[in-house]
């Protein structure tokens, strides 16, 4: 796996920055679903009608219930979708790792990494069909062009991780 830069990325227009993403990432290939998952985020954002992120969530009656610790020991993830239980659990300990990693990011994204983290699990409650192999990138490509972020919002997680990989070699 290549060294993560994601200081170096942000100089780059959205395509690339995600193209360098997924190579940072060691999932290069992913590219080849970039217009599909383009075409996805786009489909799921007029499928919101005009109601933002906080609007669609309650009309769902999807509630965002707060964790501490993580999903499992040591995961990056931030946030799982329960479509059964109607909620989103939002885990204390990757956010606040993420919150860290975001803090001594070069540039700002504009927005708290919680809308974003929300803003991401909001695709997959519209989009639950989504072949799996595309779901991830998409689900970025979604938060990205509804909160008009001015990054893609996959280098959160080459931030994140970035982030760790300093913490554990320091
Ligand atoms: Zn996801």
């Known amino acids: ?3 993560i830069d994601p200081a170096g990325l942000l100089a780059l227009p959205l395509v690339d920055q995600l193209s360098g993403c997924l190579e940072a990432l060691g999932k290069a290939g992913a590219m080849r679903h970039c217009a599909s998952c383009l075409e996805d985020a786009r489909r799921a954002i007029e499928a919101l009608g005009g109601r933002t992120m906080e609007e669609h969530l309650e009309a769902a009656g999807l509630s965002v219930v707060d964790a501490e610790g993580a999903a499992c020991p040591g995961s990056l993830l931030r946030a799982v979708l329960d479509l059964d239980g109607k909620r989103i659990t939002v ?6 790792e993420l919150e860290e990693a975001m803090e001594r990011f070069p540039l700002s994204f504009g ?8 803003a991401h699990e909001l695709f997959h409650l519209l989009a639950p069909g989504c072949p799996p192999e595309r779901a991830e990138m998409s689900a970025h490509l ?3 062009l509804l909160l008009k972020l001015p990054h893609y919002a996959g280098l959160l997680d080459a931030a994140h991780l970035a982030h760790r990989r300093g913490r554990a070699e320091a």
């Open 111 to 118: 927005e708290p990494p919680r809308r974003i983290v929300l």
């Open 1 to 3: 796996m290549k060294k």
């Open 142 to 144: 979604f938060a990205t």
């Open 91 to 96: 885990y204390g300990e990757p956010m606040r």
